[in-house]
């Protein structure tokens, strides 16, 4: 098969008159068995072909690799993807809750990790970590807060074991989300801390000349707060569970400005990601009480889009363009539903494809990160129930899949029909194209595989025959390669004179 590939099926009868036209371009639902006088755009039923993630066209759907990396006693409740040792590829860095932390070095596949120990408390642990080169040294380092003895602190990457621990003081309250960055633009990273009881956002900030770390109270009315980013102007995103609101912190003068930049239930996440490809970062976030995923441009009276009301209770997010169309697509765990999905963007962020990634008991967290260094962002998820760290492939294709088109009336007495595809076969994919016609829709009878350019079936025009019904069938030995089709056309006659 080769790129905008036509096979034509020619049911061969008497002369015959002009007849009608009938072309499916797009699938947008299954369901619609028929008999209808045309395609429209709906079919009968489809197993392993995506039909919503390009629009107007058919294409094997995704089958994500799970790969399994370890298990953490205590479980998982932090978790980054990052190249921690700065070889190229993408390392894990993983937190137990309230206990050790812990990086595993990929060596170049994502197949086999070599384990490094960060950190192993006495007592509380840190709950949240993320990576950042804090010290402006060339390598990364890790900073971790922790409820259990209200700590905040960081770990200094000093090129072997062990790493430094440096314990920083933000004040009152207890210290929860956390990330770091150059807030400031000065060169140099913070990191920012949200505190809980009481509520507080808080910047520590340090001087390069004696190392020490300097408390700058953001917010002191804060509550509850779950997640927060520093955006790459120097703002802030903060998520805030019992105000039900994401707040955006923006400098003015000597202070920050404060904004409610989204409101949704029981916000667990926030983060931001260009979802409409202009450039310019929005705002990605979930609402945990109404299932729901939404983005919206941080630009004031932007509205928000649903990205998803699939994932149960969604409570981790990552973005990333991990099927590699250029766009960014959204990952989301789910601990109630102990699962990961992601939900690809088709193109300008009007409209997102699910996609199933994998199962894992209590899913608590996830990041994004290329793993098996094929240059599409992977998935890395860790449990909080059972401490299993996985990584899924999630831009890899199924070997095979299927679509059955609804069953269409070729009109009283037929004398011919043709039935057309065009797309795209890439080399070690294939597409096969078969028909059933009846004169009774109830009994559709046996599939005739269509071969060649020129198949003489017109023998299942007999006794009546006025239903028709396709199927398409996709399949690829290459993992990375789909086969395409968009458009089937089918051609009908009436029957003349001969």
């Known amino acids: 098969m080769g790129r905008l590939a036509s096979l034509v099926l020619t049911l061969l ?6 007849g009608a036209t009938l072309a499916q371009t797009e699938w947008t639902g299954c369901g619609a068995f028929g008999p209808a006088r045309d395609f429209g755009s709906g079919f009968t ?37 990052a190249d921690m040792d700065g070889d190229g590829d993408c390392d894990l860095a993983a937190c137990a809750f309230r206990g050790r932390i812990v990086i595993y070095e990929n060596t170049g596949s994502g197949l086999t990790f070599v384990v490094h120990p960060v950190f192993t408390p006495e007592a509380f642990g840190p709950e949240r970590i993320v990576a950042s080169d804090i010290d402006r040294d060339g390598d990364m380092d890790i900073a971790g807060t922790s409820r259990g003895d209200g700590t905040l602190a960081w770990w200094e990457n000093a090129g072997g074991l062990p790493w430094i621990r440096h314990d920083l003081d933000p004040g009152a309250g207890t210290p929860f989300p956390l990330d770091a960055g150059d807030i400031d633009l000065d060169g140099s990273d913070e990191i920012l801390a949200g505190l809980e009881m009481p509520g507080r956002l808080v910047m520590m900030d340090r001087d390069p000349a004696d190392a020490g770390w300097t408390a700058t109270e953001i917010d002191g009315d804060l509550p509850s707060p779950q997640w927060i980013e520093i955006l790459p102007d120097g ?20 202070g920050w400005d404060r904004t409610a930049a989204a409101r949704a239930r029981g916000p667990l996440c926030a983060i931001p990601a260009d979802m409409d490809g202009d450039g310019v970062p929005d705002l990605v976030f979930c609402s945990a009480w109404d299932d729901t995923v939404f983005w919206k441009p941080l630009a004031e009276g932007g509205a928000s889009t649903v990205i998803s009301t699939l994932t149960m209770a969604p409570g981790g997010l990552a973005a990333a363009d991990v099927d590699g169309d250029g766009d960014t697509d959204v990952v989301v765990s789910s601990e109630a539903a102990g699962e990961v999905a992601w939900f690809a963007n088709c193109g300008d962020g009007s409209r997102f494809a699910p996609h199933y990634a994998a199962q894992i008991t209590g899913c608590s967290c996830v990041s994004a990160g290329d793993l ?21 492939a999630l831009g890899e294709y199924g070997e095979t899949g299927s679509l059955t088109s609804s069953i269409v009336h070729l009109g009283p007495d037929p ?39 020129d198949a003489d079936i017109s023998h299942l025009l007999s006794d009546g025959a006025v239903f028709l019904q396709y199927r398409i069938e996709l399949a690829s030995t290459d993992r990375n390669s789909t086969p395409r089709v968009e458009s089937v056309t089918l051609l009908t006659g009436s029957a003349l004179s001969l």
């Open 415 to 453: 004398a011919s029909a043709s039935l057309s595809w065009e797309g795209d076969a890439p080399p070690g994919t294939s597409v096969r194209l078969s028909v059933r016609v009846s004169a009774d829709r109830t009994r559709m009878g046996s599939w005739t595989e269509v071969s060649g350019r």
């Open 45 to 81: 039923s489809a197993e392993g072909v995506d039909w919503l993630g390009s629009p107007g066209a058919l294409t094997l759907d995704r089958d994500p690799l799970v790969h399994g990396v370890d298990v953490i006693q205590g479980g998982i409740s932090s978790l980054v993807a």
């Open 235 to 254: 703002d802030l995103l903060a998520s805030s569970f019992s105000d039900s609101t994401v707040y955006l912190y923006s400098i003015d003068g000597a």
């Open 13 to 18: 009868a008497a002369s015959a008159a002009p």
């Open 372 to 392: 098996d260094g094929d240059g599409l962002p992977d998935a890395a998820a860790g449990s909080i129930d059972d401490g299993s760290l996985i990584w899924a």
